[in-house]
């Protein structure tokens, strides 16, 4: 059984930076696309990164698109996602998550980590 564990929220003013991480364990993570989502107060849970499983291919929400970066290291088991130019809208429960397919589609990621609180404060 996989499991992940996200690492890195915290804190920070509108303009700033986190990289939060999220470390996979029980599974061949190297087979698996990866996805980071998102989860503000009183939203449904959204899509904002995805990478694939060789890491040569990446995909964001346009309200992500040219701030954040996503990136994994197979030899590691970690998958990353650099958020620059953060805003008070970005605030939210990061969570990553792994699946078969390269898609937006919550339903499709079949491992969930816990989530990571990012607070942008203005």
């Known amino acids: 059984q996989v499991q992940l564990v996200e690492s890195g929220g915290g804190s920070v003013q509108a303009g700033g930076s986190l990289r939060v991480s999220c470390a996979a364990s029980g599974g061949t993570f190297s087979r698996f696309v990866m996805g980071w989502f998102r989860q503000a107060p009183g939203k449904e849970r959204e899509f904002a990164a995805g990478?694939?499983?060789?890491?040569?291919?990446?995909y964001y929400a346009d309200s992500v698109k040219g701030r954040f970066t996503i990136s994994r290291d197979n030899a590691k088991n970690t998958v990353y996602l650099q958020m620059n130019s953060l805003k008070p809208e970005d605030t939210a429960v990061y969570y990553c998550?792994?699946?078969?397919?390269?898609?937006?589609?919550?339903?499709?990621?079949?491992?969930w980590g816990q989530g990571t609180q990012v607070t942008v404060s203005s």
């Open positions: 990478i694939s499983w060789s890491g040569d291919k990446s």
């Open positions: 998550a792994g699946g078969p397919i390269a898609t937006q589609s919550m339903n499709m990621y079949q491992y």
